[in-house]
């Protein structure tokens, strides 16, 4: 039996992992804000989109659970409109980046694999290196490709780590919570997932493989089945360190320190 963190884990592909898991008889922590769809498994409700409640979820897990096998990180969410965290980060880079930083940081030196749902293999997206939080031209896909390429990133700052990292882009699939969406967006999502989403199961098939056999190499990348080359141009050295430096600055400015 195997002990699996899943941020995200009470919604569409986390929540699907974790039940999918936890049925095999693995011990499955759930990190979210809604355990009514989630059955078997230990629930712990969390804001990861907060510093300061995502570092109190980590002394959570710590305390209960010494060891942590393999951890799967999932939690995001679209935000139409710009929102900033108590912390005055922009939410998206906080949930989406921030958060993956902190509990990959948190379990890189114990657990086996780290799996990294994002969207690598995408190239489209830049960072804005003098406005991370987008306060000037804030729109919900340029927040989503921005955090999605500082993901890309953060599978090579944690390349050096016990842990194997994968980042994994499963391609357009039937998973997630639309709410959020306007009306129109939103069912103009769901038309386009009936057409040409894959299932959920299918999507999580691959982390499952990941999970129970960890790759060889300290970071693989595969976007929808094709493993990509760490050539590939989102994943860049130069820009993880970077990244690295101005996310420690970003804590330290938060009045936070990052777990180790």
Do not use: C
Request: proline fraction near 7%; hydrophobic fraction near 45%.
């Amino acid at each position: 039996m195997s002990v699996i963190l899943i941020s995200g884990g009470t919604n569409g592909m986390g929540l699907a992992l974790a039940r999918a898991r936890a049925a095999r008889g693995d011990e499955v922590i759930a990190l979210g804000r809604d355990p009514r769809f989630l059955g078997q498994g230990h629930f712990l409700p969390v804001d990861l989109s907060d510093v300061e409640d995502t570092l109190r979820v980590i002394d959570v897990i710590r305390e209960r659970w010494p060891v942590v096998d393999a951890v799967a990180l999932f939690a995001n969410g679209p935000a139409p409109h710009r929102i900033e965290t108590r912390q005055g980060l922009e939410r998206t880079f906080a949930l989406y980046y921030l958060s993956r930083y902190l509990l990959g940081r948190a379990f890189f030196d114990t657990a086996g694999v780290i799996v990294n749902v994002a969207g690598v293999g995408i190239s489209k997206g830049t960072i804005a290196w003098d406005d991370l939080q987008l306060t000037h031209g804030y729109r919900m896909v340029r927040a989503q490709l921005q955090a999605g390429r500082l993901n890309d990133l953060l599978g090579l700052l944690h390349s050096k780590s016990k842990a194997r990292y994968v980042l994994y882009h499963p391609g357009f699939t039937r998973s997630g919570d639309l709410s959020p969406l306007p009306a129109v967006l939103r069912a103009a999502v769901r038309i386009a997932a009936a057409v040409k989403a894959r299932p959920v199961s299918e999507s999580i098939k691959p982390i499952d493989n990941w999970l129970d056999n960890p790759p060889a190499a300290p970071l693989t990348a595969v976007d929808r089945g094709r493993e990509l080359p760490l050539s590939f141009p989102t994943l860049d050295p130069d820009a993880a360190r970077r990244l690295e430096l101005t996310t420690e600055r970003i804590l330290l400015r938060a009045g936070t320190v990052p777990p180790g």
